[in-house]
C-alpha cells in the first residue's frame, strides 16, 4: 500500500532538512517519489513544500524567488494547456451540436 502524497512529500522534506540539504521541487520530488510537476499542480503538496523552504529561509532568496516564479510560469502554462483543450473540445462539441441538428432538419 503507498502513502498519500502528501505524507511522501511532507517525509521527504523532513528527510532534506535532517541531511541539511535544501528542499526544492526537484529535490522533493526526487526524494519523495511524487513527479515534480505533482508537486507544482497540487496546491496542498505545494504548500507544504513552500512551509518547509521558509523554514529553511530560502522563500526570501534571489534564488528562492526564482524558483517561484519558474514554478508559477510552470503552474502557468499548464491551466493555459488546460484551457486550450477544453476549448477545442467545446468547439468540437458545438460542430457536433450544429451537425447534429442539421441532419434533423433535412427532410427523409
Keep these: ?4 502524497p502528501a505524507e511522501l512529500v511532507r517525509a521527504a522534506c523532513e528527510r532534506l532538512l535532517a541531511s541539511n ?4 521541487f526537484s529535490g522533493v520530488a526526487q526524494a519523495s517519489g511524487v513527479s515534480r ?3 507544482y499542480r ?6 507544504i513544500i513552500d512551509t518547509y523552504r521558509s523554514r529553511h529561509g530560502q ?4 534564488t528562492g524567488l526564482a524558483d517561484q516564479v519558474d514554478n508559477l510560469s510552470q ?21 457536433a451540436v450544429a451537425t447534429r441538428q442539421a441532419t434533423k432538419k433535412t427532410p427523409d
Excluded: F, I, N, Y
Design 21 to 24: 540539504r535544501d528542499v526544492t
Design 75 to 95: 503552474s502557468l502554462e499548464a491551466v493555459a494547456a488546460k484551457v486550450r483543450r477544453q476549448d477545442e473540445e467545446l468547439r468540437a462539441l458545438k460542430r
Design 59 to 62: 522563500l526570501l532568496t534571489l
Design 37 to 39: 510537476a505533482t508537486c
Design 42 to 47: 497540487d496546491r496542498e503538496l505545494r504548500r
Design 1 to 4: 500500500m503507498t502513502d498519500a
